[in-house]
């Protein structure tokens, strides 16, 4: 079971509670969330999409309303792995998707 770092006193609302069902996965060593900006475009909803690759890990981006924060997650997941938990974990799976051990139907 991994940790989400609580390092800031603003989040994307609704981000936190994610991340800490994020974390429960096995194989999601650390989540932390980082910096929070604004951004052009509105999202009616929480949207968490995989960005790049980092030391160990990866970046992600969370969207919701105008606002967008990076989050960091350190784990030995491939980008699809992670991306198809998120979904999941946002009830967005499709019904043909692989399960995030990779673990292929």
Known sequence: MGRVVITHSTYVEGLVPLLKRLARCPGIDTVTPAVISRVRGRSAQLRLR???PITGGHKL???RGSSAQEVFVVTGWSREQLQQQLD?????ASPNS???DG???
């Open 61 to 63: 981006v969370a969207r």
């Open 98 to 100: 692989s399960s995030p």
């Open 50 to 52: 995989v960005s790049a």
């Open 88 to 92: 999941a974990l946002l009830g967005q």
């Open 103 to 105: 673990d292929r139907s």
